[in-house]
């Protein structure tokens, strides 16, 4: 990619690289989140790999001008976002580290570019938020069409009310009130936005394209993505492997990150 091309992306990502390593490790944030959710799991790999983080655009650091409501309409736009910063960071082969919407994203950008990718790690995937016949995603389509409109009449009182539920754990408060900050920090309309992609996306016919190995990361007790969500991606996806984590909520890369990085490293080095 031609240097100019190349700091683009920069710019547009807010890309950030470290590490010794030759081989990339990408780090991709959930909705309403940027790339210091990773903050705790990143550094555990900067010894043997190449670190990249980012921010999606419209989130953190990233170029709010370059946001375009047509290309974002899809996850496919944030998906095309991937390939380029692979491509900028001279990336082939990478391992794709994906919380939440993210982790979808990265499956659509190795089902488009695969030679990108050697591995995928899925952290609370969800093909599709909405219940359908024998499906459970979670949600009737009602209850998203009412936090839509929540989050569209009144943002702050959307994130106060969220943050605590997709983060769980009860206990440690001050982890849901990061998570309401990240939410504040972000633009309401980017965030309302992102949030009808997010949620009224429907990829279950998009899984069995996939052909690069991946893991599936199960949080206990996840609001956002239960468990009948993780065990259908793993039927799914050839060449996946599953595991529960112990860790509940939805934000493990927060609320329980060694056992987060500990399930990652025991998965790179079974392959």
């Known amino acids: 990619m031609a240097d100019g091309a190349q700091m683009a992306v920069f710019k547009r990502n807010n890309v950030k690289v470290s590490g010794k390593g030759t081989q990339t490790m990408l780090f991709a944030h959930g909705f ?17 790999y190449r670190v990249v983080v980012f921010d999606n655009v419209g989130a953190g650091g990233s170029d709010l001008s370059q946001f375009d409501p047509a290309k974002y309409d899809t996850l496919h736009g944030y998906a095309r976002d991937i390939i ?3 491509r900028a960071t001279e990336s082939t082969g990478a391992i794709f580290v994906g919380h939440s919407v993210s982790a979808m ?3 659509l950008a190795a089902i488009e570019a695969p030679e990108l990718f050697d591995k995928l790690v899925l952290v609370g995937p969800s093909a599709s938020y909405i219940n359908d016949g024998d499906y459970i995603g979670g949600f009737e389509r009602s209850d998203i069409d009412q936090m839509l409109e929540f989050l569209d009449t009144n943002y702050l009182g959307w994130s106060n009310a969220m943050a605590p539920a997709i983060m769980g754990n009860p206990g440690q408060p001050a982890l849901a009130g990061e998570l309401e900050n990240s939410f504040c920090r972000t633009d309401p309309v980017i965030a ?13 016919d998009e899984l069995p ?14 609001v956002i993505a239960p468990e009948a969500v993780g065990r259908h991606m793993h039927a799914q996806l050839r060449n996946s492997s599953f595991v529960q984590l112990k860790a509940t909520g939805h934000c493990p890369n927060l609320s329980a990150p ?4 500990a399930e990652i490293k025991k998965y790179l080095q079974q392959q």
Request: net charge negative.
């Open 192 to 204: 309302g936005h992102f949030a009808r992609t997010t949620f009224l996306s429907d990829l279950r």
């Open 258 to 261: 060694e056992e987060t990085i």
């Open 105 to 107: 994203i990265g499956v």
């Open 32 to 48: 309403g989140c940027d790339h210091n959710m990773w903050r705790y799991v990143a550094p555990a790999f900067e010894n043997e």
């Open 209 to 222: 394209k996939l052909q690069v190995p991946s893991l599936i990361m199960q949080c206990s007790d996840d």
């Open 84 to 86: 380029e910063i692979l």
